[in-house]
Nanobody, 124 residues
C-alpha cells in the first residue's frame, strides 16, 4: 500500500483547506485510514480516522467540529476538509493506513502505512 498526500499550503486564519491522500494497492474495504499531524518539536498528534467502509469516523478533540474526514471509493482517495483554521493547526499532515480498524485508532504506532506528509501553514 502506498499513500500520496497533497493539498497543503498557506492559508489565513479562519480559512479552509482540503487535503487529499491517494491510496494505491490493497483491498481497502476493511482498512482504517487516518490523518495525523506533527509540528516542530512536538509529538505526532491524532487528527481523524475512518473505516474505509464508512461505518465509523473519529476525530481528535482539537479538530472536532472543524475538520471532516471522508473518502471517494472510486478514486481511492481519502480527504481531510479543514475549516476555521487557526495558527495552532500549522503542522505537517500525514495520511496513514492499516489493514483493519483498531480501538487504538488515535495511536500512530497502530498504523502500518504512511504518506510523505504535506505542510499546512496558517497565518494569523
Amino acid at each position: 500500500v502506498q499513500l500520496q498526500a497533497s493539498g497543503g499550503g498557506l492559508v489565513q486564519a479562519g480559512g479552509s483547506l482540503r487535503l487529499s491522500c491517494a491510496v494505491s494497492g490493497g483491498t481497502l474495504f476493511n482498512y482504517a485510514l487516518g490523518w495525523f499531524r506533527q509540528a516542530p518539536g512536538k509529538e505526532r498528534e491524532f487528527v481523524a480516522a475512518m473505516r474505509w467502509s464508512g461505518a465509523r469516523t473519529v476525530y481528535g478533540d482539537s479538530v472536532k467540529g472543524r475538520f471532516t474526514i471522508s473518502r471517494d471509493n472510486a478514486k481511492r482517495t481519502v480527504y481531510l476538509q479543514m475549516n476555521s483554521l487557526n495558527p495552532e493547526d500549522t503542522s505537517v499532515y500525514y495520511c496513514t493506513a492499516r489493514s483493519s480498524w483498531t480501538v487504538n485508532y488515535y495511536s500512530a504506532s497502530e498504523y502500518n502505512y504512511w504518506g510523505q506528509g504535506t505542510q499546512v501553514t496558517v497565518s494569523s
